[in-house]
């Protein structure tokens, strides 16, 4: 068959499309504005042009977010909740559709390099170095400047178009991404580099990869001999408390075992007792109140920092075997036509949701990409497509098994076994106030160094906090002093919990201890 014989098929990412004006403006300013993301519902009727066995498939997932919803203790609200973000999702991805082909999202590199110059202005205009501590933004976190990065990346490598802008918008993203001091995005543009190559096999994609990495790896030399932070950061293995953040999503996740606590009511649960809602850091380093509307629900943007973890502590078994499904597909579709910036966002931000959370919308512009992506690869599958199939299916089981590791490491893999004790403990089990409770703590452990959780139980488990502590060679530790409120409620039970001083992807403790605190009147 030869390359003219119309029934060759074509990639999808290299298909002539031209996408309506309205849509190439939305994306551009979805990255600095991406509170115009939920314009994208205009699109929904789009989602008519999508093959018919996809709407199978978005059928059942809208199925399996609405039937645990409707087993909660709330019905109502977390039925229209699960609507709601379900509709957002189905928006981005009618909004994919639309563009028809990935290619168009090279129209993200403007808004990507707003967010650049931006990080780059606000950090040097408040008299930091860059080179000296991570890079910061007005309503982004590191993390989410790493994932932008890595998104200016791919779109430089794989979106196709001249090289005068791809190479500077690519050059500067790298730049971003190292000093944006994120593993996990680090890890994501890596991955997503090295599957989108492998579909697309061309010597000049090879080429600009084995340039990237050069950068890279100069880069992080330079930043390991003037000891930049941003850049020591990368080759720490700590996982900066999320193993504390796992255990307890598990405990939520053991009170709702079918139905999960309702979309976007995870941060309720996983929130310290008296703790409000809050959006993102200010530039002089406050956090910006919820509006009441929002606080309304905790904290919604409180996350299990795993998609596994969040998906069964929101919706249980149902809906996590409804959004793999979903994700499945989409991934095997990319794959099968052949897709490199389809291949490249996806497999590069489900790496990152293994310790974030970044398919959950409304967000900051991370989610969204994940969905628009996904739906212009499902506007290309074929009416009969074995990517709904077999194919479909064992994607969803591989990226299940791969992204689940909390829950892999902990059932197979239990914590060490340490001898420990309460050397001394002096906590109330009777008070009036709980908002200022004190418990004094002394340890015998083997030596080494160690972090100390204290944490409030009711039917799931929150921390209250966290302090390091040292084991001497001989002898208890010093005397720690835990304090902060607990919940307001006539009986909970108090846990002291004792982690390795580096945090790792195990989420149980080397060891605990509880107790029963009552609420006396005054």
């Known amino acids: 068959m030869t390359p003219t014989d119309p029934q060759t098929p074509v990639p999808v990412s290299r298909l002539p499309v031209t996408a309506p004006l309205w849509a190439r403006v939305w994306l551009a300013l979805l990255t600095p504005l991406y509170f115009l993301a939920p314009a994208a519902l205009l699109a929904l009727p789009v989602l008519r042009r999508l093959p018919r066995p996809v709407w199978w498939v978005l059928g059942f997932y809208a199925l399996s977010q609405q039937l645990p919803a409707l087993l909660t203790a709330d019905p109502l609200l977390n039925s229209g909740l699960a609507l709601g973000r379900t509709l957002l999702m189905f928006g981005f991805m009618a909004l994919g559709v639309t563009l028809g082909s990935t290619r168009q999202l090279a129209w993200l590199g403007v808004g990507l390099a707003a967010v650049y110059v931006t990080a780059l202005s606000i950090t040097v205009a408040d008299g930091l170095n860059p080179l000296s501590q991570r890079l910061g933004h007005p309503y982004m976190t590191p993390i989410t400047l790493g994932l932008a990065g890595a998104a200016g990346i791919w779109i430089a490598m794989f979106a196709g178009g001249r090289l005068w802008w791809r190479v500077p918008l690519g050059t500067v993203a790298l730049g971003i991404l190292l000093l944006s001091g994120s593993r996990g995005p680090l890890a994501a543009a890596l991955v997503g580099c090295a599957l989108g190559w492998a579909v697309r096999q061309s010597g000049r994609v090879a080429l600009g990869i084995l340039a990237g990495a050069a950068l890279l790896a100069g880069g992080f030399y330079v ?300």
């Open 223 to 522: 930043g390991q001999r003037l000891d930049l932070p941003a850049i020591q950061r990368l080759s720490n293995s700590d996982s900066s408390g999320r193993d504390l953040v796992w255990n307890n999503a598990l405990s939520v996740i053991r009170s709702e075992p079918l139905s999960g606590v309702g979309s976007y009511r995870l941060g309720t649960r996983l929130s310290p007792p008296g703790e409000k809602c809050t959006l993102w850091p200010s530039p002089d380093g406050t956090l910006a109140p919820c509006p009441d509307w929002i606080a309304q629900l905790g904290q919604p943007w409180l996350i299990a920092h795993n998609v596994t973890l969040q998906e069964l502590a929101e919706s249980g078994p149902l809906g996590l075997l409804g959004l793999f499904v979903l994700l499945g597909v989409g991934v095997a579709a990319a794959w099968r036509q052949r897709n490199p910036l389809g291949i490249a966002i996806l497999s590069g931000l489900l790496v990152a949701t293994a310790n974030d959370n970044t398919l959950i919308v409304p967000g900051p512009f991370i989610g969204e990409l994940f969905w628009v992506t996904l739906g212009c690869v499902l506007a290309g599958m074929p009416q009969h497509s074995p990517a709904v199939g077999w194919a479909g299916g064992a994607a969803a089981a591989g990226l299940m098994a791969v992204l689940s590791f909390p829950l892999l490491i902990g059932a197979l893999r239990p914590p060490p076994t340490i001898t420990a004790s309460l050397d001394a403990l002096i906590a109330p089990r009777d008070m009036t106030d709980t908002e200022n409770y004190q418990a004094f703590v002394r340890l015998n452990l083997p030596p080494g160094t160690y972090r100390v959780s204290m944490r409030a139980c009711q039917s799931s488990c929150s921390t209250v906090q966290t302090l390091p502590v040292i084991a001497p060679a001989s002898g208890p530790t010093p005397l720690l002093k835990l304090s902060g409120s607990l919940y307001d409620v006539p009986e909970q039970r108090v846990e002291l919990l004792v982690y390795p001083g580096e945090g790792s992807a195990r989420p149980q403790p080397l060891a605990q201890s509880s107790w029963m605190v009552k609420r006396t009147k005054k």
